[in-house]
């Protein structure tokens, strides 16, 4: 049986306090309300409360009792834990926390307030919709190619690459949240290529879901990440027609639909279908891998092309207007359940009195008595005799959970490794990293912090804790109205704490655009805007300005400003001229370079992204990258979204290098 994925919201109807036993300390955890169980584990979803008031919805995977024996089996749980945590972008699903308490492992991971595309699909029919919004299916599908290209590029701290290949991309891994992003989640099954070959087959079992395989996946052979742009090409079909696509009587049906017949064009299943939409969906879909897309950053790139020409309105601002009124009842049921099971977790809290093993303290931080907490519970609507009526059995329950911590505790305690076990295993009961922390202030305060590309929920001043050692950290101070300070740093035993002062510019740019056709469609760093003024950009970052219109070339331009600068910037589109004949040119060409060489691209003070003449070959550094001989355009792009470009000539039979400097 297959592992439950991770779910989707809050359910509606939640259950008296003692119902199984919920909610109820686990570790430095509160199990709130038991959300599912498959075959291996069951999902629980958890608030996690640590010092200064620190509060957090996580969603808790623990191993069932019955699959805790088996050694196999958690020796696989372990490794993909540690694939999934090395994943951090706003389009996958993070993973915070593996751990072994009362006997069980367990996965903390990310609460996502939202709807997976089942739930989406079924809750149109409900509403009587029958066709999925062109612009929000190309988000969706624009947000899982972001999030797979990330997993697939993804390095360890080696450098090499982890060769992550989901394997299950489907309507259930794929959620939208209320406020309109996309996350890709799941990655339960994911395989890296530092596996051994062929391992994930040899039980003769298929994992991954059958109508979402690729031709490769379903035939049993080996995978790669392409597997997943099959998938992804399922999905984009699927959205964007409104039909199943590969749907037999049986799952032997179904894969011999994948492997052995023709797949139906979209313009035969929905008149008036895109042309050029066509030719995407049917590229991704190519039977031989090597015909289709080489990576989910290009499917992107070509979606993102064709949104651009055709001026289709994709918004995450519109998908999450879209969602709170496709899903507005269950919203406000979930935030009334959720606030109702809080309130007994807030009791919980108050009265627990006992810590197990090493975890942060969830004690009331906010200093009130039981007498505060019972009142504030009469405030919430119940009678002023309820709270005391109900103690006893709080208490009781509080005294249950301290005997069974306590001997969770002695049982750990005893308990010890078998010979031969994985040193991984070890390291999830008892983590010994070594961690330092950054006090970062800045002028003004309140800024926002971002920490190696990911966005912190602390506003300045603040001091983040438990930061690793020997790790490069980029950290960013922005606040709207000021220009960005960034911060490089490597902590280190001698030097584990640290102090960044960022002091902001007040002021932002602004750009006044001039173009020899009327309102052009513009996109700010690949993302629309409305000319032909356009202010509050970010100061001393390098931005890309492209202007576009129907039947017209399509011209961009780099630019950069301090503070309260304006740029004026002027762009003259070209009438495109279908069949034109080139003109001869007056002078003889010069000849063509012939043959290829290699190409090494590195990086200073931090890392980026590689893109060579608009192809991506992951973050630095990348060595050995074939290229014909001649110029080439090479584009590192940073986590903070800081373009770098510069062109290299290749000769033939020669290696180039090119570096570049990351402040």
């Known amino acids: 049986m297959s592992q439950p994925s991770i779910p989707t919201g809050l359910p509606v109807a939640l259950p008296q306090a003692g119902a199984d036993g919920l909610p109820r300390r686990f570790g430095k955890y509160t199990l709130l309300r038991k959300l599912a169980t498959g075959g291996m584990a069951e999902l629980f979803l958890a608030l996690h409360r640590a010092v200064a008031g620190f509060e957090k919805l996580v969603v808790i995977k623990r191993i069932l009792p019955s699959m805790n024996q088996d050694q196999a089996f958690i020796e696989m749980l372990l490794h993909e834990a540690r694939i999934a945590a090395t994943l951090s972008h706003p389009n996958v699903v993070q993973i915070f926390d593996v751990g072994h308490l009362d006997g069980c492992y367990y996965i903390a991971m990310e609460h996502i307030h939202g709807e997976d595309l089942r739930s989406i699909v079924r809750q149109m029919k409900k509403r009587g919709m029958s066709e999925f919004p062109t612009e929000h299916a190309l988000s969706i ?226 200093g009130r008595t039981m007498g505060s907490v019972s009142g504030a519970t009469a405030a919430l609507g119940a009678a002023p005799a309820a709270p005391r009526s109900k103690l006893p059995i709080v208490v009781a329950l509080v005294i249950a959970l301290v005997v069974i911590a306590a001997g969770a505790f002695v049982l750990l305690r005893r308990t010890n490794p078998q010979p031969g076990a994985a040193t991984s295993s070890s390291a999830v009961v008892e983590p010994k990293a070594e961690l330092g922390s950054i006090r970062i202030e800045s002028d003004p305060s309140d800024a926002s912090i971002v920490i190696n590309g990911d966005l912190r929920s602390e506003k300045t001043p603040a001091t983040i804790d438990k930061l690793p050692l020997g790790t490069a950290l980029s950290i960013k101070v922005t606040k709207e109205g000021y220009a960005p300070a960034r911060y490089e740093v490597t902590l280190t035993a001698d030097k584990r704490n640290d102090v960044f002062k960022a002091v902001l510019p007040k002021g932002t740019v602004k750009v006044t655009v001039a173009c020899n056709v009327t309102n052009p469609y513009l996109l700010l760093d690949g993302k629309p805007v409305t000319g032909p003024t356009i202010e509050g950009i970010s100061a001393n970052e390098e931005h890309k300005l492209t202007a576009a219109a129907q039947g017209y070339t399509t011209r961009s331009q780099a630019f950069m400003a301090g503070p309260n600068e304006t740029k004026s910037l002027t762009f003259t589109l070209e009438k495109e ?76 039979d020669q290696t180039a290098r090119v570096s570049f400097s990351i402040e």
């Not at 080439?632 to 903070?640: D, I, M, P, Q, Y």
């Open 141 to 366: 599908v624009l947000g899982t190619c972001a999030g797979l290209a990330y997993a697939h590029e993804k390095r360890g701290l080696d450098g090499q690459p982890l060769n992550i290949v989901h394997r299950d991309i489907s309507p259930q891994n794929i959620l939208v949240t209320y406020a309109g992003d996309v996350k890709v989640v799941d990655f339960g099954i994911a395989k890296s290529g530092r596996t051994q070959m062929g391992e994930d087959t040899r039980s003769g079992r298929l994992k991954g879901k059958v109508p979402y395989m690729s031709p490769e996946q379903a035939r049993g052979e080996e995978i790669d990440w392409r597997s997943d742009i099959f998938a992804t090409g399922i999905i984009l079909f699927e959205l964007t027609t409104g039909k199943r696509l590969f749907k037999g009587q049986n799952e032997l049906e179904t894969l011999r639909l994948i492997c052995e017949r023709e797949y139906p064009r979209p313009s035969l299943v929905r008149a008036g279908y895109p042309r050029r939409l066509e030719a995407i969906v049917m590229r991704a879909l190519a039977r031989n891998r090597d015909e289709r897309y080489q990576s989910a950053r290009e499917l992107q790139s070509d979606l993102e092309s064709y949104i651009r020409d055709d001026r289709i309105a994709v918004s995450d601002i519109q998908l999450s207007k879209w969602m709170e009124v496709l899903f507005e009842d269950r919203i406000a049921q979930q935030k009334e359940a959720l606030q109702d099971v809080k309130q007994l977790a807030d009791i919980i809290a108050a009265q627990s009195t006992t810590e197990s093993g090493t975890f942060d303290s969830i004690a009331d931080t906010t």
């Open 577 to 652: 001229k279908p069949g034109a004949k080139k003109e001869e040119p007056s002078e003889p060409e010069p000849p063509k370079a012939t043959g290829s060489g290699k190409l090494n691209v590195g990086s200073r003070g931090g890392y980026c992204t590689v893109s060579v003449d608009g192809r991506t070959y992951g973050p630095t550094p990348v060595g050995g990258i074939s290229l014909p001989a001649g110029n080439h355009r090479v584009t590192c792009r940073t986590e903070a979204g800081k373009t770098l470009s510069q062109g290299v000539k290749i000769d033939a």
